[in-house]
C-alpha cells in the first residue's frame, strides 16, 4: 500500500484530520486544527497528513520556528507532534513523513531538529530517529521546552523531551 502525503490546504482537510483524530482517541482542543491550517496558510508551518488508501494514518508538522528556545535561535525548523495511528504503525509512515519534511526544509535550512518524549511509549520514535541520523543536540532534557536543572523534580509525560537535530548536508 502506498502511503500519499497531503498538504493541508483546507477546511475540509482539516475535518477529516480532527475526526480522525476524534476516532484515534487522540485530544486536541477544537481551535487547534483551525489554528494549524492557517499557520499553513500564512507559511508559518507545513502539516503533511498521512493517507493509505484514502484513509488518514498519521500526520506530522515541520515549524519554521520552534517553540524550544536553542532552535528558535539556531534557525532550526523542528518536526513536531508526529503522529502514526496506533495499527498502521511499523509501516513506513513515520520514515515517510521524515523523509518528506527533510526535502522540505534541505531547500533553505542546513539543519532540521525533532523533539522526542523520555518514557517508554516513545522508544520505538527514539530508534526511528537514531536510524535517520538524528543526535541529541547537546543541551539535555527539557520540560515544556525548558532546561531541566539538576535537582529538581519533573513529571515523566508528553512534555518531558530531549531534542534532536539532523545535519541536512551529510549524505545518507
Known amino acids: 500500500m502506498e502511503i500519499t502525503l497531503r498538504r493541508l ?6 475535518d477529516t484530520w480532527s475526526d ?8 486536541r482542543p477544537e481551535p487547534y486544527f483551525a489554528y494549524c491550517l492557517n499557520e499553513n496558510r500564512m507559511g508559518h508551518r507545513v502539516t503533511l497528513l498521512a493517507f493509505k488508501d484514502d484513509q488518514l494514518v498519521g500526520c506530522a ?23 502514526v495511528f496506533p495499527r498502521h504503525r ?21 539543519t532540521i531538529g525533532i523533539g522526542v518524549g523520555l518514557y517508554k511509549d516513545y522508544g520505538p520514535a527514539q530508534r526511528i530517529y537514531c536510524r535517520r541520523g538524528y543526535i541529541p543536540d547537546g543541551n539535555g532534557v527539557m520540560y515544556n521546552n525548558k532546561e531541566v536543572v ?11 523531551n530531549l531534542y534532536f537535530v539532523k545535519d541536512l548536508r551529510q549524505e545518507g
Open 9 to 14: 490546504d483546507s477546511e475540509e482537510l482539516a
Open 20 to 27: 480522525a483524530f476524534m476516532k484515534e482517541n487522540i485530544e
Open 61 to 83: 508538522h515541520l515549524k519554521f520556528e520552534s517553540g524550544y528556545e536553542y532552535f528558535k535561535n539556531s534557525n532550526i525548523p523542528e518536526i513536531n507532534d508526529l503522529n
Open 90 to 110: 511499523r509501516q513506513g509512515v513515520a520514515n515517510r513523513l521524515l523523509e518528506e519534511f527533510e526535502q522540505i526544509a534541505s531547500m533553505d535550512y542546513k
Open 150 to 160: 539538576p535537582g529538581t523534580m519533573v513529571r515523566a509525560d508528553d512534555d518531558l
